[in-house]
C-alpha cells in the first residue's frame, strides 16, 4: 500500500477497534495528522488539510475523545427531508458559524505571518496584543513614505476615504479584528479609545449585539438592524462599493471599512459586492458570503433579507471548480455545506479517491452524509444521485468498495475495516440492519471467496472439532452479527454456497466445513464424486480405456476419505450427519475403488469388493431376491444411480473375462467347471437384474450387457 494509504488506514483500524470496546476516537483530528504527516505529489494536498481543518471547527469536534457516532443524523436528515425542522436549522447554523469561525482563524494565521515577513516596517514591539498585531499589519499595508495611503490611489493624507482619530484608521482596525474573528477584543478597544471621541457613538452598541448574535449564527434584530440599515442606506452605500464606485477622495466620501462593517452587520445589499480594496482574497468573499447567511425559519424571514446556506451552495455551484481553482473548490463546497458533492468532486480528480474515501467515512460516521435508502446497483460507477426533495445523495457503499478493491486481495485485514464503516448509521434508532448491512456482509463473503484467505478470516478447523477466531468474527458486531450462528448463516454458508455455483468445491467444502453443514459438506462430495465416476468411456470390451483426469479424481477422493475419516472421530459432528448420506458417499469412494481395480485389471478383487456394497445380485437362482434389488436401486442416492450403467457395464466386463480366462485353461477339472457355472449365473443375474430397470439405463449399457451373455452362454 501507499504510504499515504498505510497513515489514513491506521485511523480506520483505530476506529474500528475503538467501536469494538464502544468508545470512539476523534475521527477527523486523527484524518488531519494523518493528511500533515505526509508530503503528498497532488497540487492540491494543502488544501485537503485546511478542510481537515475546516471540518474540525465547523463540526467542533473534540481533540481528545471526539464526538459519539451520528451525532449530527438529526439535524442532517431533516436539513433534505424537513429543512424547516429546527433540528435542520440549528445544523445549518453550526456550518455557517463554524466555517466562518475558521475563516478567521485562517486569515489571523495569515496576518501574523505578513507582519513577521516585514519586521521593520511593522514596528511590532515585545510581547504584542491582538491591537499591536492589526496595527502593525496596518502599517504594511497603509503606511507608506510616513504616510497613510490607500492602495491604488495617489491621495495622501489626509484621506477623506479614511476616518482618522489621533491619525490612526479607526475604522480599518476594527474591520480586521472583526475578520479575524475578535469581537471580544474589538469592542474593549471601541470601549476604550473610541466612546471617549465620541465618534459614531451608537456604533459601539451595533458592534456589541452583531458579535453576539453572529456568534449563534443568528442576526441583528429589531432597532438595531433599522438603524444600520438606514445609516448604511444614507451616508454609506455608495462608499461601500457597490455599482464599482468607491470614492476615496472628495469631500463626500467616508471611510470604506465602516462602509463594509455596516453593510455586513446589517446584511445590505448582500447581492453587492464590498468595496474591492477590502475583500482581496477569495477566502475574503468567502467570509462576507458566510456572515450575510441566516439561518431561521422561512417564515420569519423577511422578504429583502433572505439569504441562507442554500443561496451560498448555489452561488458556489454556479461559480464551479474553474472560478475557486483546483483544490479550493473541494474546501468552498465544504463551507456551503455540500459535503456529497464536494466528496463526489474530490473522487473524480486524479489521485484524489483516497481523500475522498476518507471524508466520506469521516462525515458518514458523524451523520452528515446523505445517501440513498438502498445502497445501489453492484457493478455501478456512479457516486453521486439525485435523491429525496431533489438534493444529491452519494453511493456511500460504491465510494468505499470503489477503493478498497484496490488492495483487499493483498490486505483483507485492513479491507474488512473499511467495509465495517459502510454500515454507519443503519441499524441505528433500534431499527432493524438495512440495505447497509446486507452490502457490509456481501462485501465481506468476497474478500472471503477472493482471497481464499479461510484461515485467517474465517478461523481454522482443528482437529479436536474446534475453531479458532477468525477476523471476520473480530469485527462481526460492528457489521450486526452478533452470534457464531449469525456469521454461520450470514457469511460462511452464503460464501460456501457461491463457490459451489461457481464450481470452487473445494472452497465450498471447506467453507461448510466451518460453518458446521457437515451433511452439505456431505452431498457436496457425493455428487462430486459421483462425477468423478462418470467421468469415463467405455468400449464394453474391457477395462482398460479410462478418459478421466487422474489428479483431479485423486484429489477428490482422497478429500472426500479425509472429511469421512475426520467426521468418524468425532460423535458430536457424526451425529449431526442423517446415516444414509454417511452410506452413500461411503458406497461412492468403495464404488470409485472398484472401478480402479477393474482399471487395473483386477477383476477378482473389483467383484469380491463390488459384493460388499450389496448393489448387484450375484445369482441368477433367487429371482425375489434380485426383484428386491432392483425395487432398492430407486433409494439410491442420484449421484450413484446416475452412474448405474458403467458399473453395471464394468461388474458384467470383469465377470466376462474371469469366464474367459477360466474356460482357457489348460487342466479341466471339477474346480474350473464350477467356477465357470458360477461366473454365467453371476453374468446371468446382472442381465435379469438390468432387465428389471428396464429404460433406466441407456441402449448402450443393454447391447453391451447382451453381448457378453451371449458369449458366456
Known sequence: MHPKMVHYASVITALMNARLSSSTIPILHSFWQASKSLNSSVSYNRYIQDSWDLLKCMLEESPTTGHPAAIFAQGYTPYTEEPESNAAIEFRKKIVVGGRKWLQVQFWKWLVNEVQKKPREAELGGAPTSHDWVKAYLRIKFFKYDRWDIPGTTDLYPIPGFDFKAGYPVWAHIWYLIRSGQGKEAIEWWDKYIVPTRLDPEFGSFLRAWIDSSNRGASLSGPYRDQIVK???????????????????????????????YKVMGRCDMKKAVAGGIIEATEDWLWVQLSYCLEISQGALIGSE????????????????QQFGEGRYFLVLLLAGEFELAVAWLAMQSGGLIEAVHFGIALKWYGCLKVPHVPGRLGASNLLVEGREGKGEIYYGRLIWSYVRGFWRSNPTIALAYVTCIVFGDGADNEAPGGYTELSWYRIREIVLGTKEFDLLLGELKRDGSITKGEVAKIATLVHLDTDASIEEKIISPAAAEADRNGNFKDSVRLYNLAGEYETVVKILSQRLGEALGLREYSGE???????????????IQLAEDVVSFYNQYQHIYSKIPP????????????????????????EQALLLLDTFNLIPTSDTDIPLIRSMAEDFKLLDESIRRNFGDILVAAMTATFRLWEATRGARFSDSGRISKLEELQKRGRAIMVYAGQLRYRFSAEVYSVLNRLDVYMS
Open 231 to 261: 445609516e448604511y442606506q444614507s451616508k454609506l452605500r455608495s462608499t461601500s462599493g457597490v455599482g464599482g464606485i468607491v470614492p476615496v477622495g472628495g469631500r463626500g466620501g467616508s471611510d470604506i471599512f465602516k462602509a463594509a462593517l
Open 306 to 321: 433572505t439569504y441562507g446556506l442554500q443561496d451560498f451552495s448555489e452561488t458556489v455551484r454556479k461559480y464551479g471548480n
Open 542 to 556: 474391457g477395462g482398460d480405456e479410462n478418459v478421466l483426469e487422474k489428479e483431479p479424481r485423486e484429489n477428490i
Open 580 to 603: 444414509a448420506s454417511l452410506k452413500t458417499i461411503t458406497t461412492i469412494l468403495g464404488l470409485l475403488k472398484f472401478m480402479e481395480l477393474y482399471q487395473g485389471q483386477h477383476f
